[in-house]
């Protein structure tokens, strides 16, 4: 088997085991696995509204996992994208709130703008700290997490009373300002499918592009390699760590105001880190970092998350999805004992 074939089949295998441990653990505990995946996938597509919740769904995973990517490329372990996902919803759905009267020509710019940089602040923090000082970025963007949450709590609850519905809660934005449209809604029967999913596709080819074939993707990967080499080679690699992180934030702010302002189009205080930035994480783990693997990853993650619900007919709880997600991560972790018996073919001297 090739190297690149080892790349493609590794995730699959994952899935698979993944797949198969899930239903092994609803046996153990009495529940039918064959019609608990019946119901999961006819839930998922059985109906165009389905369709576009998945579409929904993929949106800011797609963005959040390319964040991912961009600084695993570049050899850091971000974990940070939960806050910093964070802060761009909530600073984008802050000038949303203010502005209610802009035009949704310059409005739906502006968020994303907003968000964007509001995303690359907070990823550069870390990428400063690790560039200048030699922190742990893992450490610093696990406490940076905690730092946002806890900040845009405190932040939402000093919006003005005139934009907020409830102490916890603000007001839906104007039509201006949400992603979602009506000619989608009427697409997919009322779903909740939203622009942010033509965001992601966009990002998954800029992002593709710039690790593939421009000189600082070239930069970011040799960094990842390794650093010390690439300082000898004349590129800079404090400057690479840091453009790395924002970047990775950037997307990951994205990603943050297309849930907001897609999904939910309102800002709400958190009682933790949003989930939809770990599993931003595990999908890009999933397609091994690559762009366009990400997309097939998110898929399967809107997939499962989409489709849970409808376990509820053969009785068994949608919890037991997240331990089907959970399994295929963990034989994604552990992909070296796959890679084991699926070894790439050796050629032979002189290019037979």
Avoid: C
């Avoid at 502006?110 to 968000?115: F, P, Q, V």
């Amino acid at each position: 088997m090739s190297k690149k074939m080892q790349q493609i089949a590794v995730p699959l295998i994952s899935v698979l085991l993944g797949i198969i441990l899930g239903a092994i653990v609803m046996w153990i505990f009495g529940y039918d696995a064959i019609w608990g995946y019946e119901e999961l996938f006819n839930t998922a597509f059985g109906s165009l509204r389905s369709l576009g919740e998945i579409a929904r769904a993929m949106g800011p995973l797609i963005l959040i996992a390319l964040g991912f990517a961009v600084a695993s490329r570049a050899g850091f372990f971000n974990v940070g994208l939960p806050g910093q996902a964070l802060a761009g919803w909530v600073m984008a759905g802050w000038f949303a709130l203010s502005n209610p009267d802009m035009p949704r020509v310059i409005m739906i710019p502006m968020t994303i703008l907003i968000a964007i940089v509001s995303g690359g602040i907070i990823g550069a923090i870390p990428g400063v700290l690790r560039a200048y000082l030699g922190t742990s970025e893992v450490i610093v963007t696990i406490m940076m997490n905690y730092i946002v949450l806890y900040v845009s709590n405190a932040f939402i609850h000093h919006f003005p009373k005139s934009v907020m519905q409830s102490i916890d809660s603000s007001k839906q934005v104007s039509a201006n300002a949400t992603y979602q449209t009506e000619w989608l809604r009427a697409l997919t029967n009322n779903s909740r499918m939203n622009i942010g999913i033509f965001f992601a596709i966009v990002a998954v080819v800029l992002i593709w592009f710039l690790l593939k074939k421009t000189t600082l993707g070239f930069e970011i990967r040799s960094v990842g390699l390794n650093p010390n080499a690439s300082e000898y080679a004349g590129m800079s690699a404090k400057r690479t760590i840091i453009l790395s992180m924002i970047i990775s934030g950037a997307l990951a702010g994205l990603g943050g105001a297309v849930e907001g302002l897609g999904t939910f189009q309102n800002v709400y205080i958190q009682g933790s880190s949003l989930a939809v930035g770990f599993n931003g994480m595990a999908v890009s783990l999933l397609a091994n970092n690559s762009p366009i693997g990400i997309l097939f990853a998110a898929f399967l993650f809107a997939v499962l998350q989409i489709g849970a619900p409808g376990m509820n007919k053969a009785s068994i709880p949608p919890e037991l999805v997240s331990i089907v997600t959970a399994a295929i991560i963990f034989f994604v972790a552990v992909h070296y004992i796959i890679e084991k018996f699926i070894k790439p073919r050796k050629r032979l001297k002189g290019g037979n």
